[in-house]
């Protein structure tokens, strides 16, 4: 099994060209690859730039398999999701401050007496 590597960081893409053997007799043993299988050689064989990191496959749903001669080559395409770069936040401004108003002054609290609850004075 022949495989390549191809890095697409405009596109944030990762091709995988897998090219198997064909199987020329009965005694040969027949290869089937899914995209399991791919990730796998990604994992083992392949290191992502460090600016990105892998993503999921686009098409999952396809194996390659040696005995017939239109499943010998596939291109997997992996998305390649770029990292975020960490960068110097300033605080969130209060919602005054993000409007232009100016800051409301608080003034002082004065004490309420309690109310009572007035009843009927029976004769």
Same mark, same amino acid.
Request: proline residues 5%; charged residues 35%.
């Given at each position: 099994?022949?495989?390549?590597?191809?890095?697409?960081?405009?596109?944030?893409?990762?091709?995988?060209?897998?090219?198997?053997?064909?199987?020329?007799?009965?005694?040969?043993?027949?290869?089937?690859?899914?995209?399991?299988?791919?990730?796998?050689?990604?994992?083992?064989?392949?290191?992502?730039?460090?600016?990105?990191?892998?993503? &999921?496959?686009?098409?999952?749903?396809?194996?390659?398999?040696?005995?017939?001669?239109?499943?010998?080559?596939?291109?997997?395409?992996?998305?390649?999701?770029?990292?975020?770069?960490?960068?110097?936040?300033?605080?969130?401004?209060?919602?005054?401050?993000?409007?232009?108003?100016?800051?409301? &002054?608080?003034?002082?609290?004065?004490?309420?007496?309690?109310?009572?609850?007035?009843?009927?004075? &029976?004769?």
């Amino acid at each position: 099994m022949n495989f390549k590597f191809i890095d697409d960081l405009k596109n944030n893409q990762l091709k995988v060209v897998v090219k198997l053997p064909k199987r020329k007799l009965i005694k040969d043993t027949t290869i089937i690859v899914g995209w399991r299988e791919v990730e796998k050689i990604i994992q083992d064989n392949y290191k992502c730039p460090s600016t990105h990191t892998l993503g &999921k496959c686009h098409d999952r749903s396809f194996k390659m398999n040696n005995n017939n001669d239109k499943l010998l080559e596939k291109t997997y395409v992996f998305d390649l999701l770029p990292k975020k770069t960490a960068t110097a936040s300033q605080p969130p401004k209060s919602t005054n401050e993000a409007s232009g108003l100016d800051p409301v &002054k608080k003034t002082s609290v004065h004490k309420t007496t309690k109310k009572t609850k007035r009843t009927a004075v &029976k004769k």
